[in-house]
C-alpha cells in the first residue's frame, strides 16, 4: 500500500507564488515518475508537471516558465513551485505517482487533492 498526501494549497493573489508538497508514504521499494494533475470546475484534469525518477521534466505549455517541479527522493516527496499565479491557475491539484512496493508490485497512487484559488 502506498499513500500520497498533499500540502501546501490554498488562496493566493494573482501574481504570487505557492508552493504544494506531496509526500508518499507506505511500503515503497521505488518510486518511478511523481507529477502533478489539476483539475478546475467544469473541465477536464490535466497533467501539469512530471519528474521521472532520474530527475526529468515534463510541463503543461500553460504553466512553462511559471512552475517548477522538483522530488527528494530522500523523502518521497515531490513539490510544485508555482510563480506568476493567474486566475485560470485555480483548481485542485492532485499528486500522482507510480510505485513498486515492497512485495513487489506496481500501483499508480492518486493523492486527495489540494485546492488552489487565485484571486483576481
Known amino acids: 500500500q502506498v499513500q500520497l498526501v498533499e500540502t501546501g494549497g490554498g488562496l493566493v493573489q494573482a501574481g504570487g507564488s505557492k508552493r504544494l508538497a506531496c509526500a508518499a508514504s507506505?511500503?515503497?521499494?521505488?518510486?518511478?515518475?511523481m507529477a502533478w494533475y489539476r483539475q478546475a470546475p467544469g473541465k477536464q484534469r490535466e497533467l501539469v508537471a512530471r519528474?521521472?525518477?532520474?530527475?526529468?521534466?515534463n510541463y503543461a505549455d500553460s504553466v512553462k516558465g511559471r512552475f517548477t517541479i522538483s522530488r527528494d527522493n530522500t523523502k518521497n516527496t515531490v513539490y510544485l513551485q508555482m510563480n506568476s499565479l493567474k486566475p485560470e491557475d485555480t483548481a485542485v491539484y492532485y499528486c500522482?505517482?507510480?510505485?513498486?512496493?515492497?512485495?513487489?508490485?506496481?500501483?499508480?497512487?492518486w493523492g486527495q487533492g489540494t485546492l488552489v484559488t487565485v484571486s483576481s
Open positions: 507506505g511500503s515503497i521499494f521505488t518510486i518511478n515518475h
Open positions: 519528474i521521472l525518477s532520474g530527475g526529468s521534466t
Open positions: 500522482n505517482s507510480a510505485a513498486v512496493t515492497i512485495a513487489g508490485r506496481y500501483l499508480e497512487v
